[in-house]
């Protein structure tokens, strides 16, 4: 089994900064790229920011400048550093990994189950 458990979402004010950690754990092989999604009401579910396993990372357009991917290659974690959180950034945060199982696998998709994040303006 996988598992990617999420925490640190919560209230903010606009303007106000959190951070989000994911972990995954299990039998794990090796870990490709790691992803961080957000879904808010009503609207599909979009990309964050992601880290590949060469540390190349990506962000959106509307969080550049203000969200910061990293990765713990030793702890199988990743984290986003959000500031300068607006109210548009109020959503569901998920963390996502391409994970390998055994070296015999291919890759596949696992989801943690979701952070809220609130800013209020």
């Known amino acids: 089994q996988v598992q990617l458990v999420e925490s640190g979402g919560g209230l903010v004010q606009a303007g106000g900064s959190l951070r989000l950690a994911c972990t995954a754990s299990?039998?794990?092989?090796?870990?490709?790229?790691m992803n961080w999604y957000r879904q808010a009401p009503g609207k599909q579910r979009e990309l964050v920011a992601s880290v590949t396993s060469g540390d190349r990372k990506n962000y959106a357009d509307a969080v550049k400048g203000r969200f910061t991917i990293s990765r713990d290659y030793a702890k199988n974690t990743v984290d986003l550093q959000m500031n300068s959180l607006k109210p548009e950034d109020t959503a569901v945060y998920y963390c996502n990994a391409a994970i390998r199982r055994y070296w015999y696998q291919s890759d596949g998709d696992y989801w943690g189950q979701g952070t809220q994040v609130t800013v209020s303006s």
């Open positions: 299990g039998s794990i092989f090796s870990i490709n790229a």
